[in-house]
């Protein structure tokens, strides 16, 4: 079958109306989750099949895409899907964070600044941040609808009870605009104050779950928290020892079987640009040497 | 049907269907995203008296599950073929409408449509007003979307603002003018002067 034998971003036309119906409503109350009838996609759920069917319904022949995932545009993840969409929509494709008109995203959210003409789309696995305190979806429907989220401030109780600190790292939950409380999806808790205020729309899909949501440009999200406890984003206490940057997200990796290890930056496009431009970490080799 | 098949009730839709209400669509996500901006959007060539944005924008939204209104001379036989032909919407009163078209006149009172539930706020109407203006001046506007503040022609700002006293729950607005469009969600808040 040739690829010419898809129509435009794989999608057929009556299942993309659908969906754009649902991110407008998404659009329209910040933080809201909005049900849509999510389609099979020839890939597993969990590997993107709501970030994908949103990224479908919103390219353009006139889009350049970014896929990573935990910051990698080289995982099999981030590959396999900017590979489905080159090839079922024709559109070009970049590793380049400030040269993306349309990023989707697992997990992370790009260290260099986003702008005003960019769409950022996240792969969520769980859109309901009240899930694992409450089972029943007729539940926190309810929950939603009454502002009733004195059991999320439970949770976090129970955790400056239980390790002295908020324990929660990743898929830390936030408010929008004072009133959604939101799974910001599994990025680690370092991306939150970036959701806050981003100049470029941002888009959340959950395919097997069937949930659309978005955070529009310039909306305030605050991450939930108490007086006594403020929210802190963390990260490794390390610079990158690739490229020295001492404000990235930092994966540890193990290196050899006497345990040594080495950090280096998750979002591999900016430590590739601070390597281009003659920064060295501890382990680096300076840009141009042999690797 | 009493409708003839005219060429003006088959003509006038998408070349490229899948290209062009990817554009489209693209630039009404961008007029609802950011409040106040004014996009130019087309595509569609509908009968008279609807507007390129606004056939555009229900060639690229509305389909046979999503009951539209049509309110004034938009209620009118060429519309009706067009708009069934092109998009096989049925055609419904104001109070069973997921889009309802018209000028901001004829679909007053604006309390008759959908507002969603407070379980499902997003089961809402969307409206599609067509203006005899449209441009980047009158009220001030706050909210998502907007970084400072933004202005926009409303056709009546105490409306707009009764409707974002319902949030979560409230109607959302795209506002049309030849082949132009803005957006007017209700989480947008209606400054006084």
């Known amino acids: 079958m040739t690829e010419q034998a898809y129509n435009f971003a794989y999608l057929d036309e009556q299942t993309k109306r659908m969906i754009r119906r649902a991110i407008l409503k998404g659009v329209a109350v910040p933080g809201c989750q909005v049900p849509f009838a999510s389609r099979e996609m020839p ?30 545009d080289d995982t099999t993840n981030a590959v396999s899907i900017r590979s489905f969409f080159r090839r079922t929509a024709g559109i070009a494709v970049t590793e380049a964070t400030a040269e993306a008109t349309l990023i989707q995203t697992r997990h992370r959210i790009p260290e260099h600044p986003l702008t005003e003409d960019q769409i950022l789309v996240y792969q969520v696995p769980i859109p309901e941040p009240l899930r694992f305190l409450e089972p029943r979806e007729p539940e926190t429907r309810k929950m939603h609808s009454l502002e009733e989220y004195g059991l999320m401030h439970v949770k976090l109780y129970e955790d400056i009870a239980r390790h002295g600190a908020i324990a929660t790292s990743y898929d830390y939950p936030v408010k929008v605009e004072g009133r959604y409380v939101m799974d910001p999806s599994p990025i680690p808790k370092f991306d939150n104050p970036k959701l806050s205020g981003c100049p470029a729309l941002q888009l959340f899909g959950a395919g097997r779950e069937q949930r659309i949501y978005a955070l529009p440009p310039y909306t305030s999200v ?70 | 049907m009493a409708n003839p098949l005219t060429a003006e009730t088959l003509g006038g839709g998408f070349d490229d269907a899948p290209v062009q209400s990817a554009r489209a669509f693209r630039a009404a996500l961008d007029a609802m995203a950011r409040p106040g901006r004014i996009h130019v959007i087309a595509g569609a060539r509908p009968p008279a008296p609807l507007s390129v944005a606004a056939g555009t924008l229900l060639l690229t939204l509305a389909d046979g599950t999503t009951p539209v209104h049509l309110a004034g001379d938009i209620d009118c036989d060429a519309l009706r073929g067009w708009i069934t032909f092109h998009t096989a919407a049925p055609l419904v009163p ?100």
Not at chain 1, 55 to 71: N, S
Not at chain 2, 168 to 185: I, Q, S
Request: charged fraction near 25%; glycine fraction near 12%.
């Open chain 1, 43 to 72: 890939m597993p759920y969990g590997w993107g099949t709501g970030g994908v069917q949103v990224t479908a319904a919103c390219l353009t022949p006139e889009d350049r895409l970014k896929v990573i995932d935990q910051g990698a």
């Open chain 1, 222 to 291: 605050v991450s939930l928290d108490f007086d006594d406890h403020p929210f802190e984003p963390g990260k490794a206490d390390h610079d990158c020892d690739l490229c020295g940057a001492g404000d990235s997200y930092l994966d540890e990796v193990i290196i050899d079987d006497a345990g040594s290890r080495m950090f280096v930056c998750s979002d591999t496009d900016f430590c590739r640009g601070r390597r281009a431009a003659g920064h060295v970490g501890r382990l680096g080799t300076p840009a141009g040497a042999a690797a």
């Open chain 2, 94 to 193: 104001a109070e069973a409408a997921v889009f309802a078209v018209g000028r901001w006149a004829d679909l007053t009172p604006a309390r008759r449509f959908a507002i969603g539930t407070p379980e499902y706020p997003d089961r809402a109407a969307t409206l599609i007003v067509e203006m005899p203006v449209l441009q980047a001046e009158g009220p001030v506007l706050t909210g998502p979307g907007i970084r400072d503040r933004a202005r926009l022609t409303l056709p009546d700002p105490e409306a707009f603002r009764a409707n974002h006293a319902l949030f979560p729950l409230g109607f959302d607005t795209f506002l049309t003018c030849g082949n132009r469009v803005a957006g007017l969600p209700r989480s947008t808040r209606v400054e006084d002067f």
